[in-house]
């Protein structure tokens, strides 16, 4: 039995992480589940957004899975999600993106999966006012080193190779930030060399932006900065159905997170309206990481299956007619 801490959330974090819970417990996950606190509701309850216990509950049992936080105005936290990646060194944002049954979109063969360097880059705040008095002009630091350059991107290599992926497309902008993504792409360029069976290649940046909306069937693992990925992350989800229908996990070399990337949503919050799915493929990315692969294929299927069936179960933003409750029910009837 996998001790695993589970953070419902904010908003509607708590009823999908509920749906989530009934059906891996269904699906036979061997799973014991850690409570914790943390965003809006830990905050109003507690005295803080990311309380101690919590802390330490992930350090000691290392898996988490997380529903959407809401981070308190006021509290001094910029994002608990961040705060959690840089206490942790979740250096690798990984977030799938494929085609599914039954959504809406002009993309059919979509099935890429995107590697983004978390702890560096512009995302590290290093800002400052020039004219402290006028604050009229404004300056930001990007850091990229070699080490975070190289695990990340050795990161995408590996998973490339377990998970029989073909190639890897490293993304940059070295024509004109040549020292920092410069430095990635010399080091992409370093560690390809050591997987031969991989295929590799590196685009700019803008214009992956524009082969992703044209031909995204042809990208198979991405690997980018931290700024760049945080875009076409997202961009990869809106081709696919939005961020409601992709999972995400922050991995590092100790602790490892499975979120929903979505807001949390309070003004849908407890009417039954919101879609578990992104939440439930994240829990799917930790049961592989427990190596509970068996009871993760079977759930995907019944998702699959249940997607066909959209309109009678599914929720409304996918184009369905029915609630949390029924699409949970109806995967669990299709396990």
């Not at 979120?259 to 930790?286: R, T, W, Y």
């Not at 249940?306 to 996918?318: A, G, H, Q, R, W």
Request: charged letters at 20%; one cysteine or more.
């Amino acid at each position: 039995m996998q001790k695993v801490v589970r953070i419902a959330g904010d908003g509607i974090g708590i009823e999908i992480t509920e749906a989530v819970s009934a059906i891996l417990e269904q699906a036979g996950a061997q799973i014991e589940w850690i409570d914790a606190r943390a965003g809006l509701g830990a905050y109003e309850e507690l005295g803080s957004p990311l309380p101690d216990e919590t802390v330490a509950a992930i350090r000691e049992y290392k898996v988490l899975l997380k529903g959407p936080l809401t981070t308190p105005v006021g509290t001094g936290f910029r994002s608990v999600n961040v705060a959690l990646r840089q206490h942790f060194d979740l250096y690798a944002n990984i977030r799938p993106a494929r085609t599914l049954p039954s959504i809406d979109s002009p993309f059919k063969q979509v099935d890429m999966v995107i590697f983004r360097e978390n702890t560096q880059g512009l995302y590290i705040g290093k800002e400052h006012w020039v004219d402290e008095d006028k604050k009229t002009h404004a300056e930001s630091i990007a850091v990229v080193t070699e080490q975070a350059s190289e695990r990340i991107i050795r990161a995408a290599f590996e998973y490339a190779v377990t998970h029989d992926r073909q190639k890897v497309s490293l993304v940059h902008k070295a024509n004109i930030l040549k020292f920092t993504t410069g430095l990635f792409l010399e080091v992409g360029k370093r560690v390809a060399k050591e997987y031969g069976s991989i295929e590799f290649e590196d685009l700019i940046v803008d214009n992956m932006a524009m082969q992703m909306v044209m031909r995204p069937e042809r990208f198979d693992v991405v690997v980018t900065t931290n700024l760049f990925g945080d875009i076409l992350s997202d961009l990869a989800s809106g081709l696919v159905g939005g961020l409601g229908v992709t999972g995400a996990a922050n991995m590092g070399d100790e602790q490892a997170m499975f979120e929903a990337v979505h807001g949390s949503a309070p003004d849908i919050a407890g009417q039954g309206k919101a879609n578990p799915m992104a939440l439930l493929f994240s829990s799917l990315m930790l049961l592989e990481h427990i190596g509970q692969n068996k009871v993760a294929n079977n759930i995907s299927k019944a998702i699959y299956k249940t997607l066909v069936e959209k309109k009678v179960y599914c929720t409304p933003d996918i184009g369905g007619k029915g609630t949390t409750q029924t699409f949970t029910q109806a995967v669990i009837d299709n396990l």
